[in-house]
Each structure stands twice: as structure tokens, then as C-alpha cells.
């Protein structure tokens, strides 16, 4: 048995069907996940957080070497302070409460480990970590 006003209307609905699916065409797609054009892209957005506090660091004359993503040295010398950034201010406490980071001072997401930098080196590095920290 045949229904034709459902024909009918399945007829003028083809049409738009496939407008629509040709609008799509031009859409830009995401890279697959897990390819190097996917890694690349999420890291484009990914802001390094040593980035001010390097700057500032520098501003005050004091030698920074950065090293991997998240960690820097304030100074020069076995005995410079170091610091590491963790993902956010909570992950930094986390660390230090669970006694992972001994030893550390946490100003925010910065987990400074003193060594034995002098007062002034070090009084230099905490202001800088400082900057930006809310609370």
C-alpha cells in the first residue's frame, strides 16, 4: 500500500538532504588523533608557563636556563635554585602535601627547589615566581 503524501514529502526533503551534505564539504576537519598533525595542533594552544617568569628573571640579571617544558635554572652553577612547573597551583600543593617535591617552595604552579642559591638569588627568583600568583 502506497502513501503518497509521505512520498511526497520524503521527495522535497532530498533535496535539501543533500544541500546540506554539500555544505559540509568545505568544512575543515579535525586531524585524526594520534598523528603528528593532531600532536602539533594541540600544542599550538598550550601556553608555556615559564614564559613571564623567565622574562622577569632576566629583566632582574639573572641567568635562566630552561629545560624541558617545564623546568628552568635560576643562576649558574651545580647549586642553582631550580623550578618546576606543575599543571596548576592545586597540582603544586598536591605534590607538596603528599611529600613528593621535599624541600620545595610552592608560589603557585612554581615548585622552586632552593639548592643553595644566596638570599638576594633567591629573593630574586620568588618575587618573579610571584607574578601573576592570585591568593
Known sequence: MSRPGLTRTLRGLA?????????????TAKPQAGTLQAHRASHKAVDDPRKNHVSCLRQD?????????????????????QVMFAP???????LQISGQVTGAEIIGAAVVYPEQGSPALLKKVETCMAKGVTG
Open 15 to 27: 533535496p535539501a538532504a543533500l544541500a546540506l551534505s554539500l555544505a559540509a564539504c568545505g568544512a
Open 61 to 81: 640579571h639573572v641567568p635562566v636556563t630552561e629545560f624541558s617544558h617545564w623546568w628552568l635554572k635560576a643562576g649558574t652553577g651545580p647549586g642553582a635554585p
Open 88 to 94: 596548576t597551583p592545586g597540582a603544586a600543593q598536591e
